[in-house]
Every structure is written in structure tokens, then in C-alpha cells.
């Protein structure tokens, strides 16, 4: 069974990786986009850290952690990614049971459940060089995991968010105003799937 305060300890060190990357994906952005991506990812790695130390010594349950997060990354003003990333966390406490401890195949669910729930907002597909090139093969490889164990479930899932990210440099940019600048996004990487690989890592570390 994976514990609550486990469930804290990994999505804590997903949203430091972010913030550590502010620069990294402000770079990124500044070539095709508004240059803000890394800001505002790093408002929102912070957002999911104070939700859950908010809660990690409170008898509350994983889908009441995952509820905080989202509403907690409702309030930060600008940034495309902050609506996105609501939703994200809104699917994973949708997928969540409000209990102290879930199973490996619960935990499993919970990436499921945040993909379907942002689906639901967005159509990108992989290939459109959008964070969904790294969300989608991330929750596939976690699907298909046929371990239990949480590092090796989230390991799978960093794997494939990675060679995702990396591949959406070979793409063409079919959203936001990088989508303007057409062939010559072609051989730099999309932020958000820059950004969701670097969640799917700090799960993973």
C-alpha cells in the first residue's frame, strides 16, 4: 500500500523539479511563446508544495490532497499552463479515494484519471508538440507497468514522459502562438511537455 505521506513526499519533489527548471523552460518558451512558462510553472510548483504541507499533518484523505492542489493552483493569475494544470490535478483527485493509504493499482488509476480529466479540455494529441506528448506515453508506460512498486510504476512513467519530450523537438507546433512560427519550431522542444517531463522525473527521483 502506498501511504499518504508518501503520496506527499513524491508530488513534493515533482513540483521542486519544476521550479528548478524555471529557467530551463523560460529559455524555451522565449523563442516561439510570451517567455513566461517558466514563471508561471514555477508559481504552480510551488502551489502543489504549500497545498500539501498545508494538509500533511491533518487527518485528511489522498483526494482531499489532490483537491487542495488543484484549488490552490486556481489562484495564480496569467499563464496558459495554469488551467491545465488545475485540471490535472482535479482528474488525479477525481481518481483518488479519500483515504490515509491506496494500492498500487489505485495509485496507477490516479494517472488515468488526471489524463481523461485533461483530455476533456484539450484536444492535443501526441505528435501536436503540446505537454500532452509527455502526459500521454507517461500514463500509458504507468498503465502498463506490471509492477507494484511505486518507483518502478513511476520510473516507467518518467521514461516516457522524457523520450516524449525530447521527440516533440522534431515537431511541428500546432497550438498557442508557437503554432505561427510553423516549421521553425522544428529542432526545439515544447515547454509544456519540457515541463510535464520534469514532473514526471521528480516523481520518479
Not at 513524491?10 to 529557467?23: E, L, S, T, V
Request: charged letters at 25%; a negative charge; aromatic letters at 6%.
Amino acid at each position: 500500500m502506498i501511504t499518504k505521506e508518501r503520496i506527499i513526499t513524491i508530488f513534493k519533489n515533482a513540483a521542486q523539479k519544476i521550479i528548478n527548471a524555471k529557467d530551463e523552460l523560460t529559455a524555451i518558451d522565449a523563442k516561439f511563446g510570451d517567455a513566461d512558462h517558466g514563471v508561471t510553472m514555477e508559481k504552480i510548483g510551488n502551489a502543489i508544495i504549500t497545498a500539501l504541507d498545508s494538509l500533511k499533518d491533518e487527518a485528511v484523505g489522498i483526494k482531499t490532497l489532490f483537491g487542495a492542489c488543484a484549488d490552490e493552483i486556481m489562484k495564480i493569475n496569467g499563464g496558459a499552463a495554469v488551467p491545465l494544470w488545475n485540471t490535472l490535478f482535479e482528474g488525479f483527485k477525481n481518481g483518488a479515494a479519500d483515504t490515509q493509504e491506496i494500492s498500487a493499482g489505485d495509485f496507477k488509476r490516479l494517472f488515468q484519471s488526471a489524463l481523461e480529466e485533461i483530455s476533456g479540455l484539450t484536444p492535443a494529441k501526441v505528435g501536436d508538440k503540446t505537454m500532452m506528448d509527455a502526459l500521454i506515453p507517461a500514463v500509458e508506460a504507468i498503465t502498463a507497468c506490471p509492477g507494484d512498486d511505486p518507483a518502478q510504476i513511476t520510473g516507467a512513467g518518467a521514461e516516457a514522459a522524457r523520450k516524449g519530450a525530447q521527440e516533440s523537438a522534431n515537431m511541428i507546433s500546432k497550438f498557442g502562438r508557437a503554432k505561427s512560427y510553423k516549421e521553425k519550431t522544428i529542432g526545439t522542444p515544447d515547454a509544456g511537455a519540457m515541463s510535464m517531463m520534469y514532473f514526471f522525473t521528480g516523481l520518479s527521483d
